[in-house]
Antibody
Framework: QVHLMQSGSELKKPGASVKVSCKASGYTFTSYTMNWVRQAPGQGLEWVGWINTNTGTPTSAQGFTGRFVFSLDTSVSTAYLQISSLKPEDTAVYYC???????????WGQGTLVTVSS | QSVLTQPPSVSGAPGQRVTISCTGSSSNIGAHYDVHWYQQLPGTAPKLLIYGNTNRPSGVPDRFSGSKSGTSASLAITGLQAEDEADYYCQSYDSSLSGSLNWVFGGGTKLTVL
């Protein structure tokens, strides 16, 4: 069965960097694009961007360019989201999410809480 | 301010029917992009409820249905059950920003079962 396993919660100081991992299993990793979605405490869902797992081409959402970097290690079926120069407003749960062949996100990781606080 | 507009909350008694609207514009829903719906129970990741405007993934009860017309979409839930109490989000695509295609979400609707 399809499973997306994300790395654990992180507590970082402003200005630091964090790298969240998302290990996929149960399907051919390169056959589906991987998206990243974040949810600030008590807020709604916000699309961060996606990466083509076949070509490695990343696409960032408006407002997430520069500090947010998507990468892959296809040898271990893992996607990564690295956020640099962290700000308190980056505090959120970050989800990796597989786009289904019919559209929409058919599988979600369990989420990784990134807390940015001094 | 979300690109797609949803009512902040809706409510209904067990067994009743409720609908959740998702209003967009000519650059997203009105541009014939698909709409998808998600259910998020407290403390959990969202779950796909409807994809491609009207399609239910395997395992989703037929009490849930989706529709789309013009620049809006709707999620209908019939035979309301206590377990349906959750947050619901619509999602589509928007082509108005910098010429690229962006995923956009509605602000979410909290469904309360009375």
């Amino acid at each position: 069965q399809v499973h997306l396993m994300q790395s654990g919660s992180e507590l970082k100081k402003p200005g630091a960097s964090v790298k969240v991992s998302c290990k996929a299993s149960g399907y051919t990793f390169t056959s589906y694009t991987m998206n990243w979605v974040r949810q600030a405490p008590g807020q709604g869902l916000e699309w961060v961007g996606w990466i083509n797992t076949n070509t490695g081409t990343p696409t960032s959402a408006q407002g997430f360019t520069g500090r947010f970097v998507f990468s892959l290690d296809t040898s271990v079926s893992t996607a990564y989201l690295q956020i640099s120069s962290l700000k308190p407003e980056d505090t959120a749960v970050y989800y990796c999410a597989r786009e289904g062949l019919g559209g929409g996100i058919d599988y979600w990781g369990q989420g990784t809480l990134v807390t940015v606080s001094s | 301010q979300s690109v797609l507009t949803q009512p902040p909350s809706v409510s209904g008694a067990p067994g009743q029917r409720v609908t959740i609207s998702c209003t967009g514009s000519s650059s997203n829903i009105g541009a014939h992009y698909d709409v998808h719906w998600y259910q998020q129970l407290p403390g959990t990741a969202p779950k796909l409820l409807i994809y491609g405007n009207t399609n239910r993934p395997s395992g989703v009860p037929d009490r849930f249905s989706g529709s789309k017309s013009g620049t809006s979409a709707s999620l209908a839930i019939t035979g309301l059950q206590a377990e349906d109490e959750a947050d619901y989000y619509c999602q589509s695509y928007d082509s108005s920003l910098s010429g690229s295609l962006n995923w956009v979400f509605g602000g979410g609707t909290k469904l309360t079962v009375l």
